[in-house]
């Protein structure tokens, strides 16, 4: 595939969050706690498409354009405010990623997860 | 900077993703509705380390190496059902993004929006 | 039935939770933002028990006596929390949730709504 | 203070929600996991409220009649849906309330925890 993402590096999209936010000098917004907040109402604005649609619905919906459309804003949203996070913490997102596969591959074995989904709490 | 966001694409994190779910047959349990959940979940772990903590406190909570490696693990989670999200969605994230910050950028203009937080209703 | 919820006040159990606040001094840190995000947190903790059921299975869960007894811990610190919100803003429960009530018939004619999901944005 | 909460049964509102979902026949949407994340998107919006307010400003929200019916809106929401899921798994909320906080009082011993915020990961 062709995908922008093929040629996007993650350092790009983060710069594209932190001029946004320099522009209009909200650093002083964006304390830890207040972009937590904001990511999780995000998060729960994605949600909010899906609240009423059983698991199978769901799956479709990827297949009106329109409704992916709407999806795809408000995921923008959630990754928007994860890089804002990031910027005011200064975390390096390709690594803390690595490591937390390592850590979940460590946790759920391929072979005795396979097809599972019933999980240990954590 | 020398740091992996500079080198690492988004697609590259993605395929870790996927060929994480890929590996345990997960899919089937990824849904996405059930995936919307699991990524709120995620933001309010996030958002749990910074509950109790000033806005002023939560600043200082990066120069805590302990406590910063815990939060880069819960934002790890969320950008991993981020991405998984994407995946099961089909949806390009750069592209996303990018749609995302013009649209805010006319929504919020940097010369009215400079160092306010008041925002219409959305 | 001769349940307790058919003889316990609201205001009982406020009082409850005002002086578990009050014996700890915790009222300081229960800024209505804090509470909000705890309680957004428990809320989270909460869905968690349904994330990776389907639907369907979400409704059996109520004829496990364990998994029910957790569901019951989770639910009553979401409860707990926005007993403790309305504690710190001086809000009437009852009315509030009365004149709710009132609202959503408005906006959802029983006639018009009856057996649809399909509600209009809010 | 003679306001409703000192007169209003638990049970008396449970119903109020429970007719309201009877009359639009909407049990059949409604359930546990559905309800678990209309109820952690509710919460989410009653957070919006308070998300870029120092934790300090966010107290003075209760001075401003207006601001205060809109929170009351948003709590009111929240308190429907935990009343509604309640309903569906036929829990006693009273007695879930009080278990809760008699468990919490031992974890959180009220001479130890005094005007500490720091809480054990839970």
Do not use: C
């Not at 790009?12 to 936010?21: I, S, T």
């Not at 109402?41 to 329109?66: K, V």
């Amino acid at each position: 595939m062709d995908e922008p993402d093929n040629k996007t590096t993650v350092a790009e999209l983060r710069k594209l969050v932190a001029d946004f936010v320099a522009e209009r000098d909200w650093s002083q917004f964006h304390s830890p706690k207040n972009v937590s907040m904001a990511l999780a109402i995000e998060a729960a604005e994605l949600m909010e498409h899906f609240q009423w649609l059983t698991t199978d619905a769901s799956r479709e919906l990827g297949t009106n354009p329109e409704k992916l459309a709407e999806v795809g804003e408000e995921l923008a949203d959630v990754i928007g405010y994860s890089f804002a996070l990031a910027n005011e913490l200064g975390l390096d997102i390709s690594s803390a990623v690595r490591a937390k596969m390592v850590k979940n591959a460590q946790k759920y074995p391929a072979e005795k997860y396979r097809g599972r989904y019933e999980r240990p709490n954590t």
